[in-house]
């Protein structure tokens, strides 16, 4: 009788902690479901919701839970779990790592390009990365597959490819130009060393392309890379700095240069070759082109005097290390507001746009700006237009008081939108088709 009842007693306790187990297992993924919930919302006011590019696509039928995916996601708060499965969340900053794609053991996820609401714009590339205008090759971001080691792998092989239907004689100046000095132009500059082509890369900015323009100093990349001329690198973790480190010693260990701040405007066939002209007027020709311009753009300039100075920008890279400064942030959109109002914390920041009022812009920067503006935190002054930037001061104009002024001034911030890759593109003859959610990695 007493056993029976120490059993009953036992079988009593077990089953309480497990009830206890299950409700709180149900709280605990009620709570992250709610707080994934609330991520996506705001994801979808701030615009980012939608990709813009490569992005994980999750079979909810195939999940099973384990959140493998997004341990393995070098970024946050791409993906979260809602009821116990996986959802995107700020699906646009999603830069295609595909790691979460090699982490899934049930092999849910699949890698996608745009979707049935916002079509991604990508150029026709064959399997020699060779586009519709037969010489003119793609490798890397632009071509669609993002991540520093895809755009060195596809540099080396387009340069491979090109060199096969090389011309052994020809009277252009180049057997290729390289347009671009990301990780997929220097790879092809390098692999074009090693086979002993006559190349050129041709850089708007300066070497290393959009890693250096990201906001944070941490680079990672999942697996190691061969780079042609080097050998592998095997840098998984590391720093913008680093990274430029190598790209700067591998190029002049084997004599290379890249030239920087000169940008292609315009490549135009002729009979066997290409004339490419840049910004600066200069004109070379050459057999063969690899475009490896990644898909950022060019920033619009002003066009106004003094703009060539070395106070203008048309990024914000490091905020922390701008104190105590007089600062002319220009534009109205989004990036111009969070450049502001980060630039405001330790500076004094006027930011000038030319319309009326802000329109298109992501809600919470819109009252941000509007409190920083009304506090006295930011000088906010619409209807004004830069007119000239001298090394101590800016001359504006104010359309509605009708006058123009000065402002003392050490750092300009131009903000003012820019030309798409695509028009580059179109202008050179190459075909560009819209990607409404198709696969592009797949199990
Ligand atoms: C916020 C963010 C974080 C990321 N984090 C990582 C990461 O941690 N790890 C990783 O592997 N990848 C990361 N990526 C992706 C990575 O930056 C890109 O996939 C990679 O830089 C693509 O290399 P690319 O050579 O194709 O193009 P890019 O790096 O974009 O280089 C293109 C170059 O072409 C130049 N150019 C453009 N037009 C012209 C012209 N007309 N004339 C002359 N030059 C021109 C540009 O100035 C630029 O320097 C990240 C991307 C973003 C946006």
């Known amino acids: 009788m007493e056993t029976l009842l120490e059993n009953i007693i036992i079988y009593g306790i077990t089953a309480l902690i497990c009830a206890v187990i299950i409700v709180w297992y149900f709280l605990s993924q009620k709570k992250k479901s709610g707080k994934t919930l609330a991520k996506i919302e705001k994801a979808k006011l701030e615009g980012l ?44 900053q999603c830069v295609g ?3 979460c794609f090699h982490a899934c053991p049930t092999q849910a996820i699949t890698l996608c390009m745009g979707t049935e609401k916002r079509g991604v714009e ?53 057997d290729l130009i390289i347009v671009g000095a990301g990780p997929a132009g220097i790879s092809a500059l390098l692999t074009a060393k090693k086979l002993r082509l006559k190349a050129i890369a041709l850089e708007q900015e300066s070497l290393g392309g959009t890693v250096f323009t990201f906001p944070r100093s941490k680079v990672v990349m999942t697996s190691s890379v061969e780079l042609p001329l080097y050998g ?4 998984f973790e590391t ?36 004339q490419v002209e840049t910004a600066d007027g200069r004109t070379y020709s050459s057999c063969k082109v690899l475009l490896a311009i990644g898909r950022r753009g060019t920033p619009r300039k002003l066009g106004i005097p003094g703009e060539l100075s070395e106070k203008v920008a048309y990024r914000l890279l490091e905020p922390e290390l701008i104190n105590n400064r007089n600062i002319v942030v220009v534009g109205g959109g989004d990036s111009a507001i969070e450049a502001a109002l980060l630039l405001s914390e330790k500076n004094n920041v006027m930011l000038s746009y030319r319309g009326e009022a ?16 009304s506090a006295g ?61 198709e696969a592009v990695m797949k199990h």
């Open 97 to 99: 790592h595909g790691a």
């Open 232 to 235: 592998k690198v095997k840098m």
């Open 377 to 437: 935190k930011v000088d906010l002054r619409l209807n004004t237009q830069l007119l000239s930037i001298e090394k101590e001061f800016v001359t504006v104009s104010d359309s509605r008081e009708g006058k123009t002024f000065e402002m003392s001034n050490d750092l300009v911030f131009i903000f003012a939108g820019g030309e798409l890759p695509t028009q580059f593109l179109l202008k050179s003859g190459i075909q560009i088709t819209k990607k409404f959610g």
């Open 239 to 274: 720093s913008k700095a680093e990274l430029l480190k190598l790209w700067t010693d591998v190029l002049s260990k084997n004599d290379l240069a890249v030239q920087e701040h000169c940008k292609v405007e315009s490549i135009e066939k002729k009979e066997s070759w290409f």
């Open 49 to 92: 919701y939608e990709p813009v590019s490569l992005y994980p696509v999750i079979d909810e039928n195939s999940c099973i839970r384990t959140g493998a995916c997004i341990a393995a996601c070098p970024e946050k708060d791409i993906i979260g779990i809602v009821n116990g499965k996986a959802k995107t969340i700020n699906a646009s």
């Open 358 to 373: 802000f329109s298109r812009l992501k809600p919470r920067n819109s009252e941000a700006i509007l409190s920083a503006a």
């Open 122 to 174: 990508l150029p026709h590339v064959s399997q020699n990365f060779e586009t519709n205008v037969p010489g003119i090759f793609i490798a890397g971001e632009l071509g669609g597959m993002g991540l520093i080691k895809n755009a060195i792998e596809q540099g080396r092989q387009a340069v491979e490819n090109l060199a096969k239907n090389l011309p052994v004689q020809h009277n252009a100046d180049y």
